[in-house]
């Protein structure tokens, strides 16, 4: 990497372009302000640009060391600051903050643009793809050089120059589009509250939903003592569970729904409907029928088709099943005198109360058992017990947020691996939903880079703070990413950690979450907060029993939305679109029961339209569910959830593997066979099978 010079009055001036030398190499958090990255993304694209140039330019004839490993070295600087910068815009944004990104979204989408079209760069590369099978490339060698390839092409480096003009504009509308998007979304969560005033509007609620609720008052500068609810999953799903106040539970459920469509300058729907018709222009310009068509081309799925039959192999089962499971459900409601035929902001109250009822099971009974960091700790253990690895907690840093910790990760020789931070609380500079992401890339050029990996939660922050056990299953699954990023062991860093195809992504996080479930490390770590004893085994044995009760309902839940995204970016160039129309057409057609309802609605669809990664996508998880279930019955056909000689065929097939082989072929070398349906439809209660974990 060509630095920048330092003499540089711009550069002198500006943390982000000096050497970061802070512990591991983490960036300058205390210094950077955001008007620092205007300028440093100034002089890092074209840092950048010049490497493209360089390696363009170069008289001699292209070779795979000259031009594809060249290209994974480039732009190290600008891939700093960009992962800083895109990490704080969704962990810890400002007014300021944002205003930079809506003013830099368009040129940092023209700086991509002029790297994946550069059309010097790409003859080379189109030059080697043409020979590759002559090059004598080793595996990974020649999985860079089709990923590669296919990056450019998808990216518009084969149109002709009018159509690549056109691309450019459209890519960076889209990108100032989706930050728009998020931004609104962004605003709608954080201008939302709901008061709760007295004993009658805590009616049902648990101490440790009453303490989550005092503080989200807190942090909105309400006085001491009061409480409030926020639109904070990890507290607006636990009020909507357990609050007697069927008046009060309607309306964080419509404010849930109405995210992104409550009129006014937030208001998603146009957005929404102009990313779906630049799309549509997009796939045309790549002679694809439609965006979906588009997008699965790079996908383990074949097409709509396939994805389209996964999704329907769930969806009229799911919706039998929660037929029965409401007939129960009505019947609770006559019981506690609730008006019948149940409503939307019912169902999670009445199903609790069926669940206590049937499973003598009680979410507020386990949640004593799941303090925060009792699971931090057992995540970590299952993960020294799988792959042995050991986190060490270090003190005193200079990160982002005082709530944000790290831990160093060491291998089973005590060597240090990478960098695990984790940011578990919800705030209003934080965006909602859980996930993971990069500080720095492994890579294994130039004597290697170590990761340094962040998985974000939203926790509702409370002294201690409880879990439910989805909340735990969360934690678990962004864990799982997390060690995908990990415990990679790659050469080059296109190919490393989680950058691999989307549907296939999300088999490391489901997969891990099977390790929440697993007895010897609940009974180790699942101790209750007040008197450290260990959780009862039949406890554990009441929620075995009762982990498929109400999976229908999930299953519908994510499965009308995952229809509707393929409905939707099936639709044919030129097709307008009126997103609040189209999206109450699609719950028609579907049949989607209405006291069911939706995991998410366009106007908030997040992973559709904050970017372009789980558009036409949003089917993966149950892809890469079909996967997880599957691969976790190998620990179970081999009578042992730790099975070493198992989790060593994981761990080098799938979790430090990145994508130096195709995702269908690794699953292969780890598993002997490919993959099958039915334990996922067992595990969802869909179909017979899917026994007892104990």
Do not use: C
Not at 262 to 268: A, I, Q, V, Y
Not at 543 to 566: E, N, S
């Amino acid at each position: 990497m060509k630095n920048p010079d330092p003499h540089s009055p711009a550069v002198a001036a500006n943390p982000l372009l000096q050497d970061w030398t802070a512990p591991y190499g983490l960036p300058p958090f205390s210094q950077v302000r955001p008007e620092h990255f205007a300028p440093a993304f100034e002089v890092a694209m074209k840092a950048h640009l010049a490497e493209i140039e360089a390696i363009a330019a170069n008289p001699q004839p292209p070779t795979f060391d000259n031009t594809l490993a060249a290209l994974d070295r480039s732009g190290r600087l600008f891939t700093r600051i960009e992962l800083l910068f895109s990490n704080l815009t969704v962990s810890e944004t400002n007014p300021p903050l944002q205003a930079v990104q809506r003013e830099l979204a368009g040129p940092l989408a023209a700086h991509e643009n002029a790297v994946s079209m550069h059309q010097g760069l790409f003859a080379r590369i189109d030059q080697l793809h043409a020979q590759r099978d002559t090059l004598g490339l080793d595996e990974e060698s020649l999985r860079l050089l089709e990923r590669i390839h296919l990056d450019f092409v998808l990216a518009g480096a084969k149109l002709a120059p009018a159509a690549r003009a056109r691309y450019s504009e459209i890519t960076e509308q889209l990108a100032e589009l989706s930050t728009q998007f998020s931004q609104n979304l962004l605003a709608d969560e954080a201008d939302w509250l709901l008061e709760l005033h007295g004993e009658a509007d805590l009616a049902g609620l648990p101490e440790s939903v009453r303490a989550a609720a005092r503080g989200a008052a807190q942090q909105r500068g309400l006085p001491a003592g009061a409480h409030a609810v926020t639109l904070s999953p990890s507290l607006a799903e636990p009020f909507l569970t357990f609050s007697a106040r069927r008046d009060l539970r309607e309306q964080v459920w419509r404010a849930r729904v109405q995210r992104g469509a409550n009129g006014g300058k937030h208001d998603n729907r146009t957005i929404a409907a102009r990313i779906i018709e630049l799309r549509q222009e997009q796939a045309a310009l790549h002679g694809h029928a439609s965006y979906a068509d588009y997008a699965l081309a790079d996908r383990m799925a074949s097409g709509t088709a396939a994805v389209q039959d996964l999704l329907r192999q769930a969806w009229e089962p799911a919706k039998q099943k929660a037929a029965e499971d409401r007939v129960l459900l009505t019947q609770m409601a006559t019981q506690l005198g609730e008006p019948t035929p149940i409503a939307a902001w019912d169902w999670r109250y009445l199903a609790e109360k069926v669940r206590q009822q049937k499973f003598d099971l009680q979410e507020a009974e386990l949640k004593p058992y799941f303090a925060l960091d009792n699971m931090i700790a057992a995540m970590f253990d299952a993960a020294g017990r799988l792959f042995g690895l050991r986190f060490v907690e270090q003190h005193g840093l200079a990160l982002y947020h005082p709530d944000v910790r790290l831990w160093e990760v060491r291998d089973r020789a005590g060597k240090l691996a990478g960098i695990f931070l984790g940011d578990n609380f919800a705030r209003p500079s934080k965006r909602s939903g859980a996930w993971m992401s990069i500080f720095r890339s492994q890579s294994g050029l130039d004597g290697g880079t170590l990761p340094i990996v962040i998985n974000n939660n939203n926790f509702a922050k409370a002294s201690p703070t409880l879990l439910s056990f989805d909340d735990v299953r969360t934690l678990f699954h962004e864990f799982g990413h997390g060690l995908h990023g990990l415990l990679s062991q790659v050469k080059y860093e296109r190919l490393a950690g989680t950058r691999v195809l989307r549907d296939f992504v999300e088999l490391p996080s489901q997969l891990f979450e099977n390790w929440a479930l697993e007895p010897q490390i609940l009974e180790r770590h699942a101790r209750h907060h007040e008197t450290g004893a260990p959780i009862p085994k039949a406890l554990l044995d009441k929620l075995d029993a009762a982990r498929r009760f109400d999976q229908a309902w999930a299953t519908v839940q994510y499965t009308g939305p995952a229809l509707i995204d393929m409905a939707l970016h099936s639709l044919p160039h030129g097709t307008p679109i009126d997103i609040a129309q189209f999206e109450a057409q699609q719950i028609a057609a579907l049949g989607i029961p209405e006291d069911i309802g939706q995991r998410h609605h366009l106007p908030h669809f997040q992973h559709l339209f904050s970017g372009s990664s789980y558009a036409a996508g949003y089917y993966v998880y149950m892809w890469a569910e079909v996967l997880e279930a599957d691969a976790f019955n190998a620990f179970t056909e081999a009578g042992d959830p730790f099975h070493p000689e198992t989790a060593q065929r994981l761990l080098s097939n799938v979790y430090s593997a990145g994508s130096t082989r195709a995702p269908a072929q690794a699953f292969r070398s780890f598993r002997g066979r490919d993959p099958v349906v039915e334990p996922m439809l067992a595990k969802r209660g869909l179909i017979a099978g899917g026994g007892s974990r104990r």
